[in-house]
């Protein structure tokens, strides 16, 4: 599990977010948001601190779940995060 957390991180660092993440966490609010949904695609929204939210889009399959992308919103503008893209 550390390797995906790790891959989260660097994708969101490498996308130029400055702020403080972990990949463990993200890991882990989109499982508890997943669970018991059915199969399709879904758009999550979370507030990170007072002036940054997450926007998780993620595809959610039988047994197991895709996150296509994050868009992180800050006052510094809106950090886009493509984890389909190679």
Avoid: W
Wanted: negative net charge; aromatic residues 12%; contains cysteine.
């Amino acid at each position: 599990m550390e390797e995906i957390y790790r891959m989260i991180e660097e994708k969101i660092k490498n996308a130029g977010y400055t702020g403080v993440i972990s990949g463990e966490e993200i890991y882990e609010e989109i499982c508890d948001e997943i669970e018991e949904k059915e199969n399709g695609s879904y758009i999550f929204m979370s507030k990170k601190e007072d002036d940054v939210l997450f926007e998780y889009q993620i595809d959610i399959m039988d047994e197991n779940f895709n996150l296509s992308y994050i868009d992180i919103n800050s006052p510094e503008g809106k950090i886009h995060v493509d984890f389909d893209a190679e």
